[in-house]
């Protein structure tokens, strides 16, 4: 029977669902015919597969081919189908064995010679592999097909190479899996920075409970080194978030996406990118830079410079972890817990409150340059601080020694510990039960907080925010103490200290 099915994997979001490529050759007219929702890449893979079999020296069938890539009501994107489509044909027309076809799924792009080309968003799709099967994928794609996942996986070159397999002629060996090593590429270190107590005790709250920071002040002081070198004192992930990473930078086509392995994302958009890039879409959605940032950081320079749209659309994904872009035909989901680091001048020629420079805006323009970050959006950003300009003495002479980055590292990553030991997951995903109704803060500190908040105006959304705060004061405090609640509740002086985060509430 002129009929082969092959296996290959379809992108929709982080998942990859399973897609059979089912051949049929007929007789009649000469045609060549793909159905099941190709997109444009798909359906041009009948001109590459055509040009691939005929320079590989098999025989093209001059018969009516059918291809169904099912299920049909599943959008198909990309050249990933290319060697499952021409395998199914050799099979179909009695060119290659069909009997270990059932035991593979096959993921590559054709060239016109017949080479395996590199396959986007293949990591996903040896993740959702059926560990019954094999993944049989290009060569280019070897430190994905080596990250250490359950399924198995072969590599290949050509589609000579793979024809060869299947035939028994000359096997594939297994890839080796291997875990990549992890290298710290950040030059960054927290000891180059001179002065700036408040700004960096800041930045270790930050970096050990996860929580969103935003720097103002004027231009020079050192908000962007700053954030730069939070990076430095956050702790490497862990292998499954590291493989959760590295997902989504290979659904974006970066084709180095194991290249730092467990390093933390760090990415900083210009202030011209639009809503569609800072979130993901597109007519094929793709992931955006609050997805590429996954685990990582999102740092927003010139806060107020960005389009109001653009900022509005980040508030959704703060409060969930994830986004949700919608199109007529599919719906698809991406991981969006980032943090959220900004800097900002405190007015628009930057020079408010500066002990050298006056400022020369007017209250009306101030008040417009603030107001283009909405009360909501400020909400969501956990600690406020101020960087001020140095005196020229301190940026001249090294009169103490600063603490490295990897000291500061050290005490965040114990913090973090004692989280995940005692609450199971970072203080800034605390829920407002767990951080009150467990017993973890005092009775009279909720009390102190509760008429601070009353007397300052501020949401119910903040007062949970600087109780997270509070919390991870208390850790940083504790972190070399038992984790029973009685040792390390949170008291009324971390949380005096978290109010002293929060310096925009009282002036926007």
């Not at 949970?464 to 850790?475: P, Q």
Request: with cysteine; aromatic share 4%.
């Amino acid at each position: 029977m002129a009929l082969a099915l092959t296996f290959s994997r379809a992108n929709l979001g982080i998942d990859a669902p399973l897609v059979s490529v089912e051949t049929h050759l007929s007789n009649g007219l000469p045609a060549f015919t793909i159905v099941g929702l190709p997109e444009a890449a798909v359906r041009e893979s009948r001109d590459r597969v055509r040009s691939a079999i005929i320079n590989s020296h098999f025989d093209f069938p001059s018969k009516r081919i059918t291809v169904n890539l099912a299920p049909a009501d599943l959008p198909k994107q990309g050249s990933r189908f290319d060697l499952a489509i021409a395998l199914g044909i050799l099979a179909a027309s009695d060119q290659l064995s069909k009997d270990l076809l059932s035991h593979y799924e096959f993921i590559g792009e054709l060239s016109l010679s017949g080479q395996l080309r590199y396959a986007t968003g293949l990591i996903p799709a040896l993740i959702a592999a059926d560990p019954q099967r094999i993944s049989l994928v290009p060569a280019a794609n070897i430190e994905e097909a080596s990250l250490p996942l359950k399924n198995k996986t072969i590599v290949a070159n050509h589609i000579l190479e793979v024809c060869a397999h299947l035939n028994n002629n000359k096997p594939l060996p297994l890839t080796i899996k291997d875990k990549p090593q992890h290298q710290n590429a950040n030059a960054f270190d927290m000891s180059d920075v001179a002065g700036q107590p408040q700004a960096k005790r800041a930045l270790e709250i930050a970096a050990a409970g996860g929580h969103n920071l935003i720097f103002i002040g004027p231009p020079g002081t050192g908000k962007t080194m700053l954030a730069l070198r939070l990076i430095s004192i956050s702790p490497p992930l862990s292998d499954s978030s590291a493989i959760e990473v590295a997902s989504i930078h290979s659904l974006a086509g970066k084709e180095n996406s194991t290249t730092q392995w467990r390093q933390r994302p760090f990415r900083n958009p210009h202030h011209t990118a639009s809503a569609v890039a800072m979130v993901g879409g597109g007519s094929n959605p793709k992931p955006g830079e609050i997805s590429l940032a996954h685990k990582g950081i999102l740092f927003l320079d010139e806060l107020p410079e960005f389009d109001r749209k653009v900022l509005e659309v980040l508030r959704e994904p703060i409060e969930s972890g994830r986004i949700t872009i919608s199109r007529a035909t599919q719906q698809v989901e991406y991981p969006a817990q980032f943090q959220l680091i900004a800097a900002m001048n405190p007015c628009p020629c930057g020079f408010l409150g500066d002990t050298r420079q006056n400022c020369s805006c007017s209250p009306n323009q101030i008040q417009r340059y603030r107001s283009k970050l909405s009360g909501p959006l400020l909400d969501r950003i956990d600690l406020h601080v101020s960087v001020t300009r140095l005196p020229v003495n301190m940026m001249t002479k090294k009169t103490t020694v600063n603490e490295t980055s990897q000291t500061i590292c050290d005490r965040v990553l114990k913090a973090q510990k004692l989280q995940a030991n005692s609450r199971g997951k970072m203080n800034a995903q605390l829920s407002s039960r767990e951080l009150i109704d467990d017993g973890w803060i005092k009775e009279e500190a909720i009390e102190w907080l509760s008429t601070a908040i009353e007397k300052l105006g501020l949401s119910a959304r903040a007062f949970h925010r600087l109780l997270r705060i509070g919390r991870t004061i208390a850790d940083l405090e504790f972190i070399d103490t038992a984790y029973e609640k009685s040792q390390t509740q949170v008291q009324i002086h971390h949380l005096k200290e978290a109010l002293a985060y929060r310096q925009l509430d009282k002036k926007i």
